[in-house]
Every structure is written in structure tokens, then in C-alpha cells.
């Protein structure tokens, strides 16, 4: 059980086995030649922003302490792992003992983040360090470029509401965790009530076209939705004529109806066409709802229109083209033995290709110009420079295995929109672009 | 507690809350109108495949049979709905009673699928059916997804070995929804423990780079791998210079060794080198892993290439560029009460732009020529005609709320495989094409 960012207490099973097989076999294999002990640090990073995206946004930390908070193996995971030979007696020893002891760092929840950042940097033996790869990469991957998405979103947006209704277009899961990241990136409510239940996102809907093709008219629908949820609904009006549903949906609500949702059309002309029939009847303060195939360009093509919230699905929780984030998770120092006198030494892959990175335990800061508006991702592995000692990224996460850093859904999207706006002005615009600052290294 | 696919038995958790809170807002709606209870039929389709596919491939089909078995809602559910105010008391009343008594028939797991093919068609009582959309469109729009990129790997692959390997780059469960997902398309083996705890497909693991640079030198730590794992283990090759390696593990493990991994460079010309290398060592029995961003185009490009396996991470687990499929779940027909002896009326939005659909209670038919190659996709509402019936694609799953249609994994993945193998030869080209065989509507 855990506290899923302070929201209600779920049960959060197991998750040791979200983990690759060969976690598990190195970790057997650094048993036997006795080098699983030794002090090593792990850094989370991206080498690249996806194509065009000007910054990335950090999402996932609660749930990787979530993670880590639940990674241990029970007599039916050591049972599965013995059975299938997957590792030998002596490392389901040390599996059935498995509590990560060490320390974790990392940039907050909802921080913007470029290629390099030290999102996250996990310290201890090699062997628990090692372990917590795959499970971590995948919520951060997978969250990051959700919140990404929506936070491009939130800037189209423009003040304007924003509901998150993916679900049905990620697996189940997913879709919680995309409306918990959605929210981090500047939506303001989810139709997923699973998100209400386990992270206290407010939850809203409206209504499909079944219902208004379970009655007998259009008008038995609305009078049945605004008969049980009140006036203040949402209701569906392009199902068969949306004119009609219009002069129908006011005929039984009154003026002072929530809502109208368009789902359909030329939703630019719809919408103009909707609000000025609804001045016409009178229902000045209902509001206009649009929803089908969203992204940020047609959430900003809408700027225009009297649109007043608008529903996205697909596209959010596919992270509008970049479904997932290319973090990796690398070994970047390590030191001979588990003394912690033993001095740490940085290492790197050095092979073919681009796949290179940087060895050493690492800080981050952002520099700000004289106005306080970012200007470097400055990155290093020495000692900080006094100048940026008070702009450092990471804070303390875990320290010896205990999570110290919870903190409400709320102050991670509050986070973002700070983290955000003091960024150039260019960050905001939704064309492709570079990096808006660059990373250096010191 | 269910079956998962016959693989081992494992807690699945209520799948009540996956669910779009409109779901339950039009129950409660429906219950005060008196039309929650009117015999309906729902049906699951896509109006389109993913722009340039050929054919569609049904995965999840289990999943969503656990899905059903296991939607109920709990004391902290009904506590959570009635805290906030999500429905009403009498709504409160039936969920808490809910379980699925209906009829569901669709595709069995596997089959390939066209634009309008009724993959599930879900009939009972309006409200108990309505309840089902999300958590069923997740399913299906998630695994059939990921099974369809898996499909088209698995042709390009011609026979060569195929290893899911893409947790990492996607959320955590969606990643085991994933490996089960490839089996079906044709993988053979995952690097996620958790699908073959739940899923028994069998997983596989190598070594990462982390592990060489752990150790004080690559021979250190080829030797602590194979002395531990055996000769027969992968050795990754490319940490440092790919041609001392190559040796190194050859001296290490003797020209026994099972296998190398290459994870960088340009694979074509670095496994014709390695391969070279190998036999000239006399490790002529040893193969060749590549990994490194394959797609479906990038494994075609190595047919040629003395390659042995191909391991394949994010792009299966997005969907090779097609993240989600877009199935919808749509009320088709309905009658005016619950009484079974009133007829079901065809019903269906008639409103703007192109997502309008067919109403009535459909079944389906692959039509053959006298080779036995698919020609068309027959839907109809009608009698079925004497030469289609032999030939129907639905099959039933569920029969008054009980399952009755479990059956192994690989019973799915042997089906997709034949039914591949059934369609015309254009199936198996990865350019982009219009549907393979055209949908008719008789």
C-alpha cells in the first residue's frame, strides 16, 4: 500500500517483474564474480528531444517512488523465477531479501528537462541499482512524453479547459497514468474515473450518442439527461441535426443549460454557428464543449472560435506522435569495491554510433539571464560554481531506500507552469523547433 | 482471481473504474427514464485501418474477457462514486449488484480484421452493455494495435527469431499487455518477466552495457558472465571495439558461446564482420542478436544479413508509428423494452462528416476464391447467405455472463499465423496499401 501522491491509499501490487530477464542474470552473474556489491551511481537522461519539441517535460517521479517503494519479490514471483530457471539459488536469495537501500535524486515532478538532464540519479550496490532499470524507464518514458503532449496542449489551450478522454484509446493502465501526467502538464480534469479514484484528479462527462439512440427522440434523451443530472449537463447535439438539437436541447433545459458537446464537423463553423443560435435562444451563459481527433494544432486553430473547453483522446494519450521518450537509464560511475572510501569512477560506453554519453555522477542548474529567464541547461561533474549552486535541478528522492520527497499531484503541476514560463517565449510555439536552450557541459 | 490465458493465476484487480465517468452518468439517466434496461446490442469496429495498412490483426480478446469476468465495483468504488457525487443513490444500488449477464460473440484472438468488421458485439440490458465501452475499447484499440506492428515484423523477420524487448519504453502493464501482444503477432519470446509470469511466454534475457563497465575490463566481465551463466549465454559485443570483443568472448567462452549482441552502429555491415570473425575463431555454431531501434524496414533491410534473432523494443511497443487503432463501440440496435420479444431496432448517428455508421445486429464472413485466398470482408444484418455460413468470424465468448471461450496463447498466435497465411500475397508488403481484400455489405 502507498499514498499515490497523497490522493486515496490503493494497493499497489508487486512490481518487481516489470523488470527485463537479464536485470535479473547480471545481477547472478556480478554475485558470482563478487562485484554486485560495488558502489555504483545509475543516471536516467535523454541523449534527444523528440523531433522538433523545444523541451520535455518530467512526469512519473511519484510513481517511480511508488515503484521503488513496492519493488520486492514474493513466494509466487521466487517461485516463477525458480521454476523457469531463470536465475540460480544464491541470487533468489538475495531476490527474496530485495529492498533498494540506497539513495535516489532527481529533477521534481512537472520541471521541463533537455537532452542531458540528469533526470534521475540512483545510487547503491550495482546489484540494486541495476535491478530497477526497466520499471523505472518505463514510467518515466511513458508518463514524460504524455505530460509533454499536454502540456503543448495547455499552451494552445490558452486558459481555456481542457478534459482529458483517452482512455479508450491506451491500455488501461496507461490511461490512468496518462491522466495523472495530463494533469501535470496543464489539463484540468479527466473523464477516467480510475485517475479520480487513485490520484484525486477531478472527473467529468457528458454524454455518447447510445444514449440519445437508446430513445425514442433526440428530445426524450435530453429530457431524461437533464431530469437526472440537472440542468448544468453537458448535452450531446450532433447525433442526428445539430440546429434542431440546439432549439431541442434549450426547449428542455432552459437557458441556463451547462453545456452543448460537438463531436463532429467543421468544429470552427459549428462552434460559431452553436453559440450564435444559443445567443439567439437566450442561453448566453451555456457553454460550448468540442471533442474529435484533437491536438495542439487544432486546439489552436480554434483560438478564434467561441469555443469554451475542449475534450481531447487519441491524440493526448498517444503523446501527439512521440508516444514514448528515449530515456535510458546508464551506468555512469562506479567505484571497486562497496567502501564507500572507495573512490567512484566515472565510466562510458565509447562503441559505434551516436550511443555515447558522459561518465561521471553529474549535477544540473539552469542559468537564468539578468530578467530571470532561462538560458543553459549547465551540466556538470565536478564541483558546482558558486553562481549556480542556488539554481541546482536535482533534490533528494530517496535516501537509504526511504522516500522522502511525496508531495500533492497539485505542486507538480504547479511546478510545470512556473518551470515552463520562465523559458524563452519560444518554447511556446507549437512549430518544430530546436531545443529552446542548450545544454553545456562544465 | 482468473485464468489469464491459462498461464498462471494471477490477482486481477476490479476493472470497474477504467471507465469513462459518462458511462455511469447515463446509466443513472437511463434508470430514472425507465430505458436502462432496453435490449441492446453494441458493437466494436474501426471505420478505417492505420493509413497504409493492410489488414488489422484482433488482440486482447482474453484480456477482455478477464476484463468482463472481473468488473464489479467494491465498498471503496461505491464509497468514491458516492463521495463525489459521481451518481446518485439508485444508480449506487445497481452498480453495486453489476455484473455482466449478457451475450458477447467476436473474432476469436488472432484473426485479421478490415474497416467495418463487428470484432465484438456485445448484447443485454442497455446499462449493463454501456458500462463495458471503455475498458473493452482499451483493450482492443491498445493490443490490437501492438499485435498489428508485431505481425508485420514477424513477415519481414521470414523465420528468423524475434524478441520482445520494448518494456522500457512504454508504461509498465501496457508493456506486459505488449509481450502477449507480440506473441500473438508472431513474436517468439519476451524480455518482460511479468508476461511470462502471467502470460507464460517465454522470456529470454542477454547482458547490458552497464554490465561490462562494471567490471575492470570486458574480459572480466565476459568472464563473470559466461562463468555464471554458461557458454551458451549472449555476450554484447559492442561496449568498447566490436572486433577485440568479438574475440575476447571467443577466448572467454570458446566457440561454444551461444551468441553475441550488437546494439549500435550499422548493423548490416557490423554483422557480416562479426559473422566473418566468428567463423574464422571457429565459433561457426554461434549466433548473431541485433537490436538498436529495428522496425519492420529496418529488419527487412538485414534479410541479407547473417543475422539470427532481432530484438525489438519501442517501436513494437508503439505500434510501429500506429500507437492505438480506432475502434469505437457503438449502440447498433435496441429494442423498446427489456421483453426479448420485442424486436431490435437498427439504430445509428446520422449527423456530420464521416462518423456515421450501419446500424443492426451484424455477423461477418471472410469470403475465399477457389484457391481458398481471401477476397472480401462480408458484413450483413441479414440471413447469413448458404455459401457464407460455413465461413463466419464470430464466435461466442460469453454466454449470459459466463465466459465460455478461454483457450492458450497459443491457440491465438497459430490462428493469426494461418489466417495471415489466408489472405492475398499484397498482405505480406510493408509499403503502405489500401486493405487488402475490400469490405462488402450485404
Redesign the interface.
Known sequence: MNSADLG?RV?V?S?A??????????V??????G?AG?R?V?EAFTRRLPEGRRYGVVAGIGRVLD?VENYHFDD??LA??RD?N?V?GPTLDYLADYRFSGDIWGYPEGEVYFPGSPILRVEGS?AEC?LL???V???L???SAIAAAASRMSVAAGGRRLIE?G???????????SARAAYIGGFDTT????A??RYNIP?????????T????TER?AF???V???GRDTTLLV?????TAAVRTAVEVAGTELGAVRI????LLL?AHRVRQQLDELGATGTKIVVT?DLDEYAIASLAAAPVDAYGVG?QL??GSGQ??C?MV???VA?A?SADPADPLRP???????A?TSLGGRKWAARRTDEDGVAEAEVIGTGPVPPDLAGRQLLVELVRAGEVVAREPLDAARERHIASRAGLPMSAMQLSRGEPVIPTEYV
Not at 517483474?17 to 547480471?26: A, C, G, I, P, V
Not at 482512455?167 to 497514468?177: D, I, P, Q, Y
Not at 472527473?203 to 444514449?211: D, E, I, K, L, N
Open positions: 486515496r494497493g501490487p512490481t517483474l516489470f523488470t527485463d530477464q537479464y536485470e535479473l542474470t547480471m547472478q552473474a556480478a554475485l558470482k564474480a562485484t560495488r555504483s545509475f515503484a509466487a514471483m516463477f523465477l523457469h531463470v540460480d550495482f541495476v532499470e526497466t520499471v524507464l518505463s514510467i518514458n511513458h508518463d478522454m482512455a479508450r484509446r491506451t491500455h488501461e493502465l496507461s490511461a490512468v497514468a473523464s477516467d474515473l480510475a479520480g479514484f472527473t467529468v462527462g457528458t454524454s455518447a450518442h447510445a444514449f439512440l437508446l430513445h425514442d426524450d429530457r431524461a439527461q431530469e437526472s443530472l450532433d447525433t442526428y441535426d445539430v463531436d463532429s464537423g467543421d459549428v474529435s487519441t494519450v498517444t508516444p514514448t528515449s537509464y546508464k551506468l562506479r571497486a565510466v562510458a560506453k565509447k562503441s559505434l554510433g550511443k
